[in-house]
């Protein structure tokens, strides 16, 4: 139901005047050629570039990191490096996406119940240099095959496709936490559902304003985007607006509901009722309590002492206000080298750079978690807030699993059994049924393990694990920050149980029917990978949060993505291994 009352505050005029113009430009955009619309690509990347350190020097200080810190490197890759990423990997794909062209070069195979898997990195030789043993796979749903596929593909640019092809004006209401999502939001509007957007940015990153208009001047001028700040009042009126068809939001769950279907006691009432106050298409991400899962296996001291840092990034990158952050440990109780990691876990924690509870709710969201995890006890860390660490009962499932905390705190949780494929099984079942949500789970497995398991194997057992990205190794943040995967919940949720979404963002390869994203990276850094004769390049990754070198590193790499040359990459490389 649309809002009768209609404010003529100059505020709410001017929304109006925005909205009307890019009305007037919905059909336009529909029919903008593929050429114009990766010339658009090329001119944000020019408009990024001189931007760009400011943009991070700006976000880290507005979220606390010290001057001088390696964590702006964090700013650097969430933000302007995210966006010249996807600008490079959409160009290339519209480049041949007449005929889905853009699909010759993708690996192809079957998962063993038949689902359809594309392999969509490395696709390039710089991911073969640069993300050395990475591999990013994209699953279909169940019904795509290769003989299909391509009926599945980039529906907006497919002539014989009636999908994407009326003109829309969608409302994207950004993040708070994360500087490149509003505007990968916005691209996957406009270059994968061709759509018109008016981005309305988050009241704790509106900072961001004085670089996203510039930065996307030229879709701004093209009168296909409109950015915009504000408050609720401001959001309230837009998703009400008669001039919005279809609205996506990345944000919390009640967020989501209030707007779907109203506020307090008459949302509650409308859900229950199954009457949506706002009947507007949506779409969302929306967070989840996401598993990092530790399969029993042969660990060295050196790998624990890796794993234990990759652990402690999933939990405390952004200092812990990410969607994606592990929020519960799930280990094996009979392990022997279990207690060996949690105490480095918690050395790791500890020695983490400081940095302040910048996200609005923060404190309160901790001392919740205190009170409904009265054992929980704090991991001291110099200059900043204790991480907090709960020993959970998996037979007695409670708020720790069901409640997203999106700050340092982490609950743990012990399955029995040293049996690794047992164990995994247990494990998925766990994440399944007792865990809110299906955004990202995080696996670490030693290669013996898998090796033992099978790799077919492995792959059965994680047909069952239902999340949207899947990371082996690595941290879903990397399916994240890669725009060839497809971001979003594990299909299936609905409005009365929106979970962690509906819908998937990212997506450059334009699937229509993605299923997952499976990520997978070496489980030892280069060099001492070559010990065991694990022949990638991959040093520790700079999203690290102990990576000594992560802000140059996010600079050169943001600088390679604007222009890439093999006379970066030695600079590239020796600034990793120093990290």
Not at 209 to 224: A, S, T
Request: glycine share 8%; proline share 7%; hydrophobic share 45%.
């Amino acid at each position: 139901m649309d809002n009768p009352v209609q404010p003529s505050t100059p505020l709410f005029t001017d929304l109006d005047l925005q909205l009307q113009r890019l009305a007037g430009n919905k059909n336009p955009w529909v029919a903008t050629p593929v050429a114009e619309r990766i010339t658009l690509l090329a001119k944000i990347k020019d408009c990024l570039l001189p931007l760009s350190q400011a943009w991070a020097a700006t976000a880290a200080r507005r979220k606390g990191i010290a001057e001088g810190s390696e964590l702006v490197g964090e700013e650097w890759l969430s933000g302007p490096y995210s966006i010249m990423s996807y600008c490079n990997q959409m160009m290339a794909t519209l480049s041949q996406v007449e005929g889905n062209k853009h699909l010759d070069a993708l690996p192809l195979r079957e998962l063993p119940n038949g689902q359809l898997v594309a392999r969509v990195l490395p696709h390039s030789i710089w991911d073969h240099l640069l993300l050395s043993g990475v591999k990013v796979d994209v699953w279909m749903e169940p019904g795509v095959t290769r003989a299909n596929l391509a009926q599945h593909t980039a529906a907006a640019y497919d002539a014989s496709s009636s999908r994407f092809k009326q003109g829309k004006v969608a409302l994207v209401l950004g993040a708070g936490n994360i500087a490149s999502i509003a505007p990968l939001d916005v691209f996957q509007k406009l270059f994968a559902e061709n759509q018109v957007v008016l981005l309305k940015l988050n009241p704790v990153n509106d900072y961001l304003f004085e670089f996203l208009l510039p930065v996307l001047r030229p879709l701004i001028d093209k009168g296909v985007l409109a950015i915009v700040r504000g408050g609720a009042d401001v959001g309230q009126y837009l998703c009400t607006h008669a001039l919005v068809e279809e609205i996506h939001i990345t944000g919390a769950g009640a967020s989501h509901d209030a707007i779907v279907w109203g506020p307090g006691e008459e949302g509650r009432a409308n859900k229950a009722a199954g009457t949506p106050k706002n009947t507007r298409h949506m779409t969302s991400e929306l967070g989840a309590v996401c598993p990092t899962i530790v399969v029993p296996g042969p660990w060295s001291e050196a790998d624990i002492a890796f794993q234990a840092e990759q652990v402690a990034t999933q939990k405390l990158h952004n200092s812990g206000f990410n969607c994606v952050a592990c929020q519960v440990l799930v280990l094996p109780r009979d392990w022997p080298q279990k207690d060996a990691f949690v105490r480095q876990l918690e050395r790791t924690l500890a020695a983490s750079e400081g940095r302040a509870l910048y996200y609005p709710g923060a404190g309160e969201r901790l001392a919740g978690f205190v009170a409904r995890n009265p054992q929980a006890r704090a991991v001291a860390r110099a200059g900043a807030e204790p991480v907090l660490l709960a020993a959970l009962d998996p037979s007695r499932p409670g708020d720790a699993e069901s409640v997203e905390v999106f700050a340092p705190a982490l609950g743990v949780t012990e399955l029995v059994g040293t049996d690794p494929e047992q164990f995994l099984k247990d494990a998925i079942a766990y994440a399944n049924s007792q865990l809110y949500g299906t955004l990202g789970a995080n696996l670490v497995i030693h290669p013996k393990t898998i090796s033992s398991i099978g790799r077919a194997r492995l792959e059965e057992l994680l047909i069952e694990l239902r999340y949207g990205t899947i990371a082996i190794n690595a941290w879903t943040g990397l399916g994240f920050l890669t725009p060839q995967a497809a971001w979003g919940g594990f299909p299936g949720h609905t409005l009365d149980d929106a979970q962690s979404g509906i819908g998937f963002v990212h997506n450059s390869m334009l699937f229509d029917r993605p299923q997952r994203t499976v990520v997978e990276a070496p489980f030892k850094p280069f060099p001492r990978n070559l010990l065991s004769l694990s022949f990638s390049l991959l040093p520790k990754p700079p999203w690290f949060i102990t990576n000594r070198r992560g802000g140059i590193l996010g600079e050169l790499l943001l600088k390679f993505q604007y222009r890439p040359s093999f006379l970066k990459i030695p600079r590239i490389f020796l600034n990793a291994l120093r990290g």
